[in-house]
């Protein structure tokens, strides 16, 4: 007990002699130049202001992209690739004037993509996304930035292939080169994501996908003699905007699916 009351007495005369060193404590004259040194230290310390070019860099849908880029196999990329850059030198030895609509860039290119895109989903895909649920963004969102950037990617290398064809050969128009691939390819690449969604299995994709370019070239190189052929032919251009439309079509359904499934799954969960 005494020891215990002996300890409480240092700390009441530290805690008074405490006190009154405060109560005598004066406070520094200002000096301006220490001022100065702390604001200039402070401001070491304070957050780089962030410019508009950091924002956007910085933005949610920018890093949601970077990120998925880095999931999209890198086979895909490499295959695309090489397998345009074989359109473009094969168009450029067998290209014939007479026949614009069938270069072997304009059967190439829309398979490509197609190809690419049903590979974005099957069952180690749909493992990974199982595990990306516990991120912000949703199953849904992730496959659209899959695809934008799978699709994207294969039609920005079709645009340079047709540029380039043009540079090589003068008979070739830019506009009417790019329109023979790309209404097919927004089709192709759609259904092709559909089909192995719904199906959950991307070589379902790439076989429905394979089909059905196969007999869209069929038909292309009917004889015009052939009623259906010279049809075709004459209807190709004005169905352009239609495969676009169902394009659209395809990928909304795809991804309310998606949708669907992620809500069932949450539904069994809970």
Not at 165 to 179: C, D, G, H, K, Y
């Amino acid at each position: 007990m005494r020891d215990s009351r002996n300890n409480m007495d240092h700390e009441a005369d530290d805690f008074r002699n405490l006190i009154d060193e405060l109560q005598t404590w004066k406070a520094p004259a200002i000096d301006p130049q220490s001022t100065t040194d702390l604001i200039a230290r402070l401001r070491q310390e304070l957050p780089a202001r962030r410019t508009l070019g950091s924002h956007i860099h910085e933005s949610w849908p920018l890093l949601l992209m970077r990120t998925q880029m880095r999931v999209v196999r890198q086979e895909l990329w490499l295959a695309s690739i090489w397998v345009m850059a074989l359109g473009l030198l094969v168009t450029l030895a067998l290209y014939q004037p007479a026949s614009t609509s069938l270069t072997p860039l304009a059967i190439i290119a829309p398979l490509v993509a197609a190809l690419g895109v049903a590979l974005l989903y099957d069952s180690d895909v749909e493992q990974m996304l199982e595990i990306e649920e516990t991120t912000l963004a949703s199953t849904r969102m992730l496959l659209l930035v899959r695809l934008l950037l799978a699709f994207s990617f294969n039609l920005i290398l079709g645009l340079i292939a047709s540029v380039s064809l043009t540079l090589f050969r003068a008979e070739l128009l830019l506009w009417p080169l790019i329109v023979s691939w790309l209404a097919p390819m927004c089709f192709l690449s759609a259904l092709a994501f559909l089909v192995s969604v719904v199906v959950r299995n991307s070589f379902a994709g790439i076989g429905i996908s394979l089909l059905l370019w196969g007999f869209y070239i069929l038909f292309l190189t009917m004889p015009t003699q052939s009623t259906l052929g010279e049809w075709f032919l004459q209807a190709q251009v004005s169905l352009q905007p239609g495969l676009i439309v169902i394009a659209v079509v395809c990928v909304a359904v795809a991804l309310l699916w998606v949708g669907q499934q992620e809500r069932d799954l949450n539904v069994e969960g809970s």
